[in-house]
């Protein structure tokens, strides 16, 4: 009994202390077990609320929060990163906001909320409204969907139902009832309202406009 003791307190001892662990539970934080300063690689739960560093596994709770760069899957209430994410985030708002407009330091993966932010993110949003900072290359599919420079797709939902704004350079395509473009590279717009700023076939055309 005794050394069963001692090897539990040891194994407390060396994940309190330890730069990484593989499992995490908040109820609160700082109630939480290990401190956030700590990196996960494993589980995390969180009650209501929890911090970590770096997240490489899986993560559930009311609200999830990730200091440094996350890498996995998250499903909850709230998940927030402010580094970057390589991995899918589940829940009714995902919030990825690095600060980073580099494109090597995007993240890549998918957000599935109701309210999805990112700055630059390769990959899917979809929800009821979908924010991207910077640059964005994928698909936006929502209500709503905003970025500033657009490769891809954005879609309102059941493809027309939709407002599209992007305040930079689109390259691909908008579909929805009002489509906003500042430059349009390369592509089309598909709507009711298609509003190109600078260099569309025109500056407001129903039904379609573009740029080739």
């Not at 662990?21 to 908040?26: D, G, K, Q």
Request: proline letters at 2%; a neutral charge.
């Amino acid at each position: 009994m005794k050394k069963l003791l001692s090897l539990v307190v040891v194994m407390i001892s060396c994940t309190v202390f330890a730069e990484t662990t593989p499992v995490m539970l908040s109820l609160l934080t700082p109630v939480q077990w290990p401190d956030k300063d700590v990196d996960v690689t494993g589980l995390r739960l969180s009650l209501l609320y929890g911090e970590c560093d770096n997240f490489k596994g899986l993560d559930i709770g009311l609200i999830n929060r990730t200091n440094g760069d996350f890498s996995g899957l998250a499903i909850g209430g709230g998940n927030i990163v402010d580094g970057t994410i390589h991995g899918v985030q589940l829940g009714l708002v995902n919030w990825n906001q690095n600060g980073s407009v580099v494109w090597g330091k995007r993240s890549i993966g998918a957000q599935l909320g109701i309210v999805n932010y990112s700055d630059t993110f390769c990959g899917l949003q979809s929800g009821y409204v979908n924010v991207s900072g910077s640059k964005f290359t994928g698909v936006q599919h929502s209500f709503f969907n905003n970025a500033n420079d657009v490769e891809g797709l954005q879609c309102g939902a059941w493809l027309i139902l939709g407002v599209n704004m992007a305040y930079g350079n689109v390259t691909g395509c908008q579909i929805g009832i009002v489509n906003y473009a500042n430059t349009m590279v390369k592509g089309l717009q598909i709507g009711l309202v298609n509003i190109i700023a600078n260099n569309g076939w025109a500056p407001v055309l129903p039904i379609i406009n573009g740029n080739f």
